[in-house]
């Protein structure tokens, strides 16, 4: 018997994401191994929203909508089961929503560090084949990991 592999998906509502995770079950995936289902949303914010009846120097801080918070995080859940808990058949995996920063380097840096705290025996993800304006304003969380993974990493374009 072969020891027991972890293995981490970075995943989004992308259809790329669902490719990815099809690429791991038909290439990478073996009896045993554990799947980490992870997926990075933001954390709750206060609303910073403009002046007051008084005028424009005031501002009106709301504080965090946790219930919608936690409507984020089920339906983040739900996503994750419906797209692709079902791919991964009978295998053993684990759903990981993380509240973290969503810029493209935040995301990056959340992939890095669950990789070297699992040990994780393979990062698999999904370019989403930006173009270099769009990487310029938007970042690459797969150039930042190619750099900094701990872990072997596979991305699929």
């Given at each position: 018997?072969?020891?027991?592999?972890?293995?981490?998906?970075?995943?989004?509502?992308?259809?790329?994401?669902?490719?990815?995770?099809?690429?791991?079950?038909?290439?990478?995936?073996?009896?045993?191994?554990?799947?980490?289902?992870?997926?990075?949303?933001?954390?709750?914010?206060?609303?910073?929203?403009?002046?007051?009846?008084?005028?424009a120097d005031e501002l009106l801080v709301e504080p965090p909508d946790l219930a919608a918070d936690q409507e984020m995080v089920e339906e983040a859940n739900q996503m994750i089961i419906e797209k692709f808990a079902s791919r991964l058949g009978s295998n053993a995996y684990k759903v990981e929503v993380v509240r973290f920063e969503t810029s493209a380097n935040k995301v990056a840096e959340a992939l890095c560090q669950r990789a070297g705290d699992l040990q994780a025996a393979a990062l698999v993800m999904a370019s989403h084949n930006r173009n270099a304006l769009q990487r310029w304003f938007l970042g690459s969380a797969s150039a930042y990991v190619a750099a900094n993974c701990p872990a072997p990493l596979i991305i699929l374009h």
């Open positions: 018997m072969t020891a027991k592999r972890n293995l981490l998906l970075s995943v989004d509502e992308s259809p790329e994401s669902e490719r990815a995770c099809d690429w791991l079950c038909n290439n990478l995936l073996r009896e045993g191994d554990e799947v980490h289902l992870f997926h990075v949303i933001a954390p709750p914010h206060a609303e910073v929203m403009g002046g007051g009846a008084s005028g």
